[in-house]
């Protein structure tokens, strides 16, 4: 392959006279020893294409062609097919990535220049960009004197460095990548045939992530870069996945004449596992097993939501079983550093702000269990979870109609109780499921399909389409008339007068929590450590709204009834990290309120509105407080 840099310097070199590397170097814009290079790499290029690059001491390079008709073929070819190399910093570093990933042993400096046309300065640029890639995968350069660089680091983190950024991202910039195109659809037809033999469902975007790990994980053990897992640790995998994972493994091995080793397949397994769906609409799943620990942490998890927020969960049997259900494949990835990427991470912090506070608080548990920080994407299936909770509880006691939903179960049975909710008046039976589930659907028990994806096979009922968290503007104003007809009014009883400070000149964290608690104090029936338990929570992690607010409160329910303070700053203040100018403080009552939940979600979305924040910083006044929290 002619590379565009080496079809330059072709142009450039001359069958009628010598000329100097130097001139040619000024004429391309590099240095005399790149010039060198190229030219010794166009010349191996040449000499099976008919020509030859001769040198003369003090005279310099000239062409010559020695077999005409050869050459103007082996141009005409390539002239058609140019190669791509890179030459921006930002595709150099992914094209030295790659490379570097390829290789098993180390490779010097020296090599990576000549290799990449690059000065030692350039390539230390590069590297610092490759550095701060591999940090994020846990990954590392290691570096050996003599011997010269290689990635270091554990292989599955390695597989999912290259997910995200040769298989997502769709290759490297140039590079023709329809042949990776095409072996994905390929293996996915394989996986999709398979699953539904096995009966095992995935939702489309796990569906899509194994997928890609099973096509990274084939490409890298042919290349000899093999998993090794600690046995001593695996959980049990149910017989349907292992049935499914040996027939895959067995296929791939005839096709692709490798050998999978035991655990490349305990992986796979573990893939799946930590991927699926527990149980579904259209069938129970008798291979589904509650461990005891697996109950203690949902358990754990809705006494903190019930001790932080005031909200009873441990009655209701159906969250806490779908919890459980959704910790045991979250049990898998968190342990082995499974990715499960979120795509409707930002709606769900939008729509279901207080849901996601309360997620936000309650994984506290799973981290001081597991001993490692829960992504966002992770506290955003919990939180569709603790939305399922507040829905049924504001939930009233014809049709039946199929939502089509791909983001999982949790999602999937929100949206039933969001419909119930919404529609209660016309509905008779609401059913759920994902994509891969409508091909096995009996629409003879059903009116309508609501789909919130796009449905391309043929179904008997009509269909429509709908926004996941039902948009359309006539829902919202009814929601908005039924559920928050008198919001305003209720929240005015949380956030009275004399709990809105102005232009508090406090200047550290600990000093703006003292003067708050002792105005607390002095107007509120609370506990004598009230402040000592304010303290020991915010020593714990925190949610940063990023929006100039913060919202700290006790660390248990420690007042008799529920209210909020704001502290306006005069000036920010760095609490956490960031800088905040709005101090609110929440304090939940010890007894029974059934308007928490507006309290609730109008501090949520508060919170989490940059635009309201700005305003009441500007305007720190009572009634522009309560309008925004009203809003």
């Not at 701060?132 to 460095?161: A, M, S, T």
């Not at 995998?237 to 050998?259: C, D, H, N, P, Y």
């Not at 709606?347 to 279901?352: D, F, H």
């Not at 001993?371 to 939930?395: T, V």
Request: with cysteine; net charge negative.
């Amino acid at each position: 392959m002619l590379w565009k840099q080496l079809e330059e310097l072709l142009v450039l070199l001359s069958q009628e006279e010598y000329r100097t590397a130097l001139a040619l170097a000024e004429r391309l814009g590099v240095s005399e020893k790149t010039v060198r290079l190229r030219l010794k790499d166009l010349g191996s290029l040449l000499a099976d294409h008919g020509a030859q690059i001769s040198s003369k001491a003090r005279f310099g390079y000239i062409l010559q062609i020695d077999d005409k008709k050869k050459f103007d073929e082996y141009i005409k070819k390539e002239s058609e097919e140019t190669g791509y190399f890179p030459e921006r910093e930002k595709e150099r570093s992914e094209y030295l990535l790659a490379y570097l990933i390829a290789r098993m042993d180390y490779i010097k400096i020296e090599e990576l220049c000549d290799f990449l046309y690059v000065s030692k300065s350039t390539l230390s640029n590069s590297l610092k960009s490759v550095e701060v890639i591999l940090k994020r995968y846990c990954l590392f350069l290691e570096r050996r004197p003599n011997y010269g660089i290689r990635i270091g680091g554990q292989e599955f983190d390695i597989r999912r460095l290259m997910c995200d950024f040769f298989i997502k991202r769709q290759g490297l910039t140039g590079v023709d990548i329809s042949h990776q195109k095409s072996e994905l659809v390929h293996l996915a037809e394989v996986v999709k045939g398979l699953l539904k033999k096995y009966g095992i469902r995935l939702s489309e975007i796990a569906f899509e992530h194994f997928v890609e790990y099973a096509y990274v994980a084939r490409k890298r053990m042919k290349s000899g870069f093999y998993l090794r897992l600690d046995k001593g640790s695996l959980p049990e995998i149910g017989g349907k996945e292992a049935a499914f994972i040996r027939e895959l493994i067995s296929v791939l091995e005839a096709q692709e004449l490798i050998t999978y080793t035991a655990d490349e397949e305990s992986y796979l397994m573990l893939y799946v596992a930590g991927k699926r769906m527990i149980g579904s609409m259209l069938e129970n799943d008798s291979n589904f097993v509650i461990r005891e620990q697996t109950d203690r942490l949902a358990l754990a998890m809705m006494e903190l939501v019930r001790r932080q927020f005031g909200l009873e969960m441990h009655n209701n049997f159906e969250i806490r079983m779908t919890l459980n259900q959704h910790l045991v494949p979250f049990d898998i990835r968190i342990r082995y550093d499974i990715p499960l990427k979120n795509p409707i991470l930002k709606e769900i912090k939008q729509k279901y702000c207080l849901a996601y506070q309360i997620s936000y608080e309650a994984v506290g548990v799973l981290q001081k269990h597991y001993k490692k920080d829960i992504s966002e994407d992770e506290i955003g299936y919990f939180a569709l979870i603790f939305q399922l909770a507040l829905e049924k509880d504001k939930m009233d006691p014809s049709s039946d109609i199929l939502v089509v939903c791909s983001t999982g179960k949790g999602s999937s049975r929100l949206l039933k109780y969001k419909y119930e909710s919404e529609f209660s008046g016309y509905l008779r039976n609401i059913y759920v499921c994902d994509l891969l589930e409508l091909e096995h659907f009996d629409f003879e028990t059903i009116d309508y399909v609501f789909s919130t994806v796009p449905i391309t096979m043929e179904v008997p009922v009509p269909i429509v389409e709908v926004g996941a968290f039902l948009e359309e503007d006539d829902i919202q104003k009814i929601t908005r008339t039924l559920r928050r007809g008198n919001s305003r009014g209720i929240i005015a009883r949380y956030y009275t007068p004399k709990r809105l400070l102005t232009r508090v000149e406090e200047k550290t964290k600990e000093e703006i929590l003292r003067f708050l608690c002792g105005v607390i104090q002095k107007q509120e029936k609370v506990d004598e450590n009230f402040y000592e338990l304010v303290i020991e929570r915010e020593s714990l992690a925190q949610m940063d709204y990023g929006n100039y607010i913060t919202l700290p409160h006790p660390n248990q329910i420690a007042s008799e009834e529920t209210f909020a303070y704001v502290a306006v700053l005069k000036a920010p203040v760095i609490w956490n990290k960031l800088p905040v100018q709005v101090v609110l403080l929440i304090s939940i009552g010890r007894g029974e309120d059934r308007n928490r939940q507006i309290f609730y979600e109008g501090t949520a979305r508060f919170a989490l509105d940059k635009t309201a924040v700005r305003r009441l910083i500007e305007e720190p006044e009572y009634e522009v407080l309560i309008e925004l929290l009203g809003q």
